[in-house]
Each structure stands twice: as structure tokens, then as C-alpha cells.
């Protein structure tokens, strides 16, 4: 038996920050600053409500290879200090389907800073894309989820690296 609510893609990764939370959390809840750090987001802009809270929506712009694409995005928990994390609306009936975050937490001399996806599941046009696919996909899915996995690393570092020099 299956769990139905049970993610398709669950990735994270964290690293220590020589910083304290209040310093890292102006940064990972900043979406027009991602593209600082992240190898596919080039930014964003605030569309609704006041930046950072809970129920603003933004549009998250994003580049990988030759594809360049929007997604319109509402915050789904900010709690400054601790967590900030967006589910992305475009593309999906299903409320939080894909959900990215980023949680900060005391640690010894500084923080722990971890960034997490979750997909829920795949959407219609993705689901279209990968029965079209010889092998059902399969090769796109690992390919796009060491892709996102390595994303995490480079948007958890960098944040890490800017924390540390300020």
C-alpha cells in the first residue's frame, strides 16, 4: 500500500554557517537576491502583498541551458529566525504540490542552514513530456533531480558565504 501523500522528490541539503539565524534569515527569505546564489534562479519580484510574509505571491524567474521560465509563487511559512519556504502555483491544482524552504537553527558558534524541495506530484504537462520519453523518462528524472540536487548545495553555500562575509 501506498501513501498518496507521500512526496514523489524529497531533496535537501544543509551546512554550518558561521553566523547567527538572524543574520542568515534576511537573506534566505530575499527571492530577488536568489539568483545570487542558485545555478537556475536569476531573481524574483514581489506581485502581492508585503514582501516575505506569509500569502505574498512573487514571480520566481529561472534559467537552465537554453530553457529560460517563470513561476508564480506564494509564501507558505516565515517565521523570521527559523523558516521561510514558497510553494510554486503555476502549473498545479494541487496546494503546496512543490515546496521550497530553507530552515536556520542555532549551532554551537553559528547556524545550521538547510534548504529542502518537495514535490508532491508530477504535473500534467511533465507527466505528457515523460510518456513521450523511450524510457518513460526515467533518464530526464535522474538527470533533473541530480540537477536540483546540486542546485540545493550551490544556493545553501553561497547563502553561506555571503552570511560569513557580511
Given at each position: 500500500?501506498?501513501?498518496?501523500?507521500?512526496?514523489q522528490?524529497?531533496?535537501?541539503?544543509?551546512?554550518?554557517?558561521?553566523?547567527a539565524?538572524?543574520?542568515?534569515?534576511?537573506?534566505?527569505?530575499?527571492?530577488?537576491?536568489?539568483?545570487?546564489?542558485?545555478?537556475?534562479?536569476?531573481?524574483?519580484?514581489?506581485?502581492?502583498?508585503?514582501?516575505?510574509?506569509?500569502?505574498?505571491?512573487f514571480?520566481?524567474?529561472?534559467?537552465?541551458?537554453?530553457?529560460?521560465?517563470?513561476?508564480?509563487?506564494?509564501?507558505?511559512?516565515?517565521?523570521?529566525?527559523?523558516?521561510?519556504?514558497?510553494?510554486?502555483?503555476?502549473?498545479?491544482?494541487?496546494?503546496?504540490?512543490?515546496?521550497?524552504?530553507?530552515?536556520?537553527?542555532?549551532?554551537?558558534?553559528?547556524?545550521?542552514?538547510?534548504?529542502?524541495?518537495?514535490?508532491?506530484?508530477?504535473?500534467?504537462?511533465?507527466?505528457e513530456?515523460?510518456?513521450q520519453?523511450?524510457?518513460?523518462?526515467?533518464?530526464?528524472?535522474?538527470?533533473?533531480?541530480?540537477?536540483?540536487?546540486?542546485?540545493?548545495?550551490?544556493?545553501?553555500?553561497?547563502?553561506?558565504?555571503?552570511?560569513?562575509?557580511?
Amino acid at each position: 500500500m501506498t501513501d498518496e501523500n507521500a512526496p514523489q522528490l524529497a531533496l535537501d541539503h544543509s551546512t554550518f554557517v558561521e553566523a547567527a539565524p538572524e543574520r542568515i534569515y534576511p537573506l534566505m527569505s530575499d527571492i530577488t537576491r536568489f539568483g545570487e546564489w542558485s545555478p537556475e534562479s536569476t531573481g524574483g519580484e514581489w506581485l502581492t502583498g508585503a514582501p516575505g510574509e506569509v500569502g505574498s505571491r512573487f514571480r520566481g524567474d529561472n534559467s537552465n541551458g537554453e530553457r529560460d521560465w517563470s513561476s508564480e509563487c506564494e509564501v507558505v511559512a516565515a517565521e523570521p529566525g527559523k523558516r521561510f519556504a514558497f510553494c510554486v502555483v503555476t502549473g498545479s491544482e494541487r496546494t503546496n504540490n512543490s515546496v521550497w524552504s530553507f530552515e536556520v537553527e542555532p549551532e554551537g558558534s553559528g547556524s545550521r542552514l538547510t534548504q529542502r524541495y518537495v514535490l508532491h506530484e508530477l504535473t500534467g504537462p511533465i507527466r505528457e513530456f515523460l510518456d513521450q520519453q523511450e524510457d518513460g523518462g526515467a533518464q530526464f528524472i535522474a538527470t533533473r533531480t541530480e540537477l536540483l540536487r546540486d542546485a540545493l548545495r550551490q544556493t545553501v553555500e553561497g547563502i553561506k558565504k555571503t552570511a560569513e562575509q557580511n
